[in-house]
């Protein structure tokens, strides 16, 4: 693992614990890394009117669009669940795929043991912005 795996997995693992999930008491976190080395971190944001609510993965999306970024290497995903490694749902996998599809995807357990993948894995057949091209 490469120094730069070590952080983008431990700095999903510190989103996680900023979750803000008073509803489903199920926290996620996920840490981004963009073209130029930069990691930056989201957690999910519950809201009582449940459909507001908004994901890990897609907060780290936001906060890198607000902060300039357009270009992504990869992310790394967590939550509480210790006995299988969980992906993304399929909303934030179509919010990543707006980005490209060249992401490794880092799986990642509460120990910090993580399963490497990638968005085209993830999301075969994927919509993306080609398919709006005229």
Known sequence: ??????????SCLQ???????????????????????TI???CNVENASYGLTVCAERTAIQ????EGHRQFTAIAVTCDIKDRFVGPCGACRQ???EFGS????????????????????????AFSPA???K
């Open 102 to 125: 060249d992401w490794t995807v880092y799986l990642t357990k509460p120990d910090g043991s993580y399963k490497q993948t990638s968005l085209s894995e993830l999301l075969p057949l």
């Open 40 to 42: 930056i971190k989201g």
């Open 1 to 10: 693992m490469t120094d730069k795996v070590k952080e983008l997995v431990s």
């Open 131 to 133: 398919h709006l091209a």
């Open 95 to 97: 919010v990543l795929m």
């Open 63 to 66: 906060r890198a669009v607000v």
């Open 15 to 37: 989103a996680r614990d900023m979750a803000y999930c008073p509803y489903s008491q199920f926290p996620v976190g996920a840490a981004i890394l963009t073209a130029d080395g």
